[in-house]
């Protein structure tokens, strides 16, 4: 058998430690007395608790005053029962008064007692597990009951309030009321219905779903897309439904967040709506600008070969002028920098320089014609005098717009 505290403090869940966790040792003042702990202060729920022999209850622990607010759990008397390092108590096979203790492990001097009075049960009895327990709203517990002393073990259940406490199955599975409140769950024996015992329900209110967006506002181009995230939280199911709360002319929001913008300036809203409660919904502003159109100026240029030239970019249909610069053909095109200046590929060709605005809309180019640019020509050695049937090497120099380069060749004379 297993009974619980009065009340439930979740928060205390993580406050309970194995002794002999920290093998560090403790610093302490001049008086002795750990360093820090001077204001350690520490509390034990419930303070007193009623078990019959062998049941169990849940103790639960907080500490202040200091960081550390791990403890260690004992039974003061030797045949006291037993208690874990995470407050659980059983009681012992016998009766009698008992303490359960829970010291601080950073003071060692600062401790908490619940008194714990043990019984042994008269003939027939029931218990009902746990005797208490915390339910959030509309949720379910299942009991379970304990018959001694009855030849006939079965239980009859039944809620104890008339109205607003819920229900409980033939089988113990208690399902809580859908508003905060105490309620009783009831067992009563078959075999001698004068003998029953009761649990209290504490039903907690149910976590209020809530969806956010993100981002909450956005600004993009006509005919452009912007990615949409939401968070739920008050659920275990995060999933949403996204939509467009405008009937038409706003674009659409795919099932992944991610909005297309119409093809016309408009002040738009993206709803995003838990899937686990059609109630809650967050909205997205989304303004939409005309449609950005990036000139590059000059439209057309002639570069030499390895030889650079500057272009500009004028965004219309938007305020933000930010652009970014690239090159179609890629590498192979040659280069341009973040100011526009494009750099020539060593390769004659026709390429394009691309102006894409920061906002979307449709990107600029500009079309480069890259030519082979010889500025000039040597050959060694010259002059040169050559008898006949002898040979000569000439090296050749050809100065371009990339650099020199040389090539030799040997010549024999007839």
């Not at 016998?94 to 043990?118: I, L, Q, Y």
């Not at 159109?293 to 030889?307: E, G, L, Q, S, W």
């Not at 053909?329 to 590929?345: C, D, I, L, M, Q």
């Amino acid at each position: 058998m297993r009974a619980r505290s009065r009340f439930h403090i979740p928060a205390l869940a993580g406050l309970v430690a194995v002794a002999g966790v920290c093998a560090c040792a403790a610093q302490v003042d001049s008086t002795g007395v750990p360093s820090g702990s001077q204001g350690v202060a520490v509390a034990i729920d419930p303070t007193t608790v009623a078990l019959v022999v062998g049941q169990q209850t849940q103790f639960a622990a907080a500490v202040t005053g200091t960081a550390d607010v791990t403890v260690v759990w004992s039974v003061d008397e030797s045949a006291g029962g037993t208690v874990d390092q995470a407050g659980l108590y059983t009681a012992p096979q016998g009766a009698g008064t008992f303490h359960v203790r829970v010291t601080s492990h950073a003071d060692a001097t600062k401790a908490a007692v619940a008194d714990v009075t043990v019984t042994v049960p008269a003939a027939g009895t029931v218990a009902i597990s746990p005797h208490t327990a915390t339910v959030v709203a509309a949720g379910t517990q299942v009991f379970t009951a304990t018959v001694t002393g009855i030849s006939n073990p079965a239980v009859t259940w039944s809620v104890q309030e008339a109205s607003g406490c819920g229900t409980i199955s033939s089988a113990g599975t208690y399902t809580a009321p859908a508003a905060a409140g105490t309620c009783h769950v009831v067992a009563t024996s078959v075999g001698d219905p004068t003998k029953r015992d009761v649990a209290t329900v504490t039903v907690t209110p149910a976590p209020v779903v809530a969806v956010a967006i993100s981002p909450k506002t956005a600004t993009i181009s006509a005919g452009g897309t912007v990615s949409f995230q939401a968070t739920v939280t008050g659920t275990t199911n995060t999933a949403v439904t996204w939509s467009i709360q405008e009937a038409s002319g706003c674009g659409s929001v795919s099932t992944a967040g991610v909005y297309t913008a119409p093809a016309a300036a408009a002040t738009c809203h993206v709803v995003a709506t838990s899937a686990a409660d059609r109630t809650k919904s967050d909205v997205a502003t989304v303004t939409v600008t005309g449609p950005v159109t990036v000139t590059v100026t000059p439209a057309t240029a002639t570069v030499d070969a390895c030889r650079t030239a500057t272009f500009t970019a004028a965004v219309s249909g938007t305020s933000n002028q930010a652009v970014t610069w690239s090159v179609a053909e890629g590498t192979a095109g040659g280069s341009v920098s973040t100011a526009g200046v494009y750099t020539a590929p060593s390769n004659a060709g026709t390429y394009h320089v691309v102006a894409t605005s920061a906002v979307g809309g449709t990107p600029g180019r500009a079309t480069v014609t890259v030519r082979d640019h010889i500025l000039s020509v040597t050959v060694q050695p010259s002059p040169v005098t050559v008898g006949a049937s002898t040979s000569q090497q000439f090296t050749a120099t050809v100065t371009t717009s990339c650099g020199a380069f040389t090539t030799s060749q040997i010549v024999a004379t007839p």
